[in-house]
């Protein structure tokens, strides 16, 4: 039996975030792993967010992150990315060199 889903308790929205970042200060695999690491912590603990690698991990100097937020409103996904992105920002061995984003609602 399907339930009717009600607005203000039943509503999903999932946040969806791909940022490409340069990694210009590292050299090796071993370093970016370290890198990686750090990044996806700090974010987790800091935003409450899932988020990992998804791109080659294979490649030293490229990182790709997909991330996702889960709420209950679009403004709050937006927010959240946003924060994300800030915070990814000021990473000093990285920089942002392309991101995607798109709100899902379920």
Request: aromatic share 4%.
């Amino acid at each position: 039996m399907k339930r009717e889903l009600r607005y203000d308790e039943d509503r999903m929205v999932v946040g969806v975030l791909r940022v490409r970042m340069h990694l210009w200060a590292v050299d090796s695999l071993r370093r970016k792993k370290s890198l990686v690491k750090r990044i996806v912590n700090r974010i987790d603990q800091r935003f409450n967010a899932a988020l990992g690698e998804v791109g080659d991990p294979e490649d030293a100097r490229t990182l790709i992150l997909g991330v996702t937020v889960v709420t209950t409103s679009e403004p709050d996904a937006h927010r959240r990315m946003e924060k994300i992105l800030y915070e990814l920002e000021g990473c000093s061995e990285a920089e942002i060199a392309h991101e995607e984003r798109e709100v899902i609602h379920i």
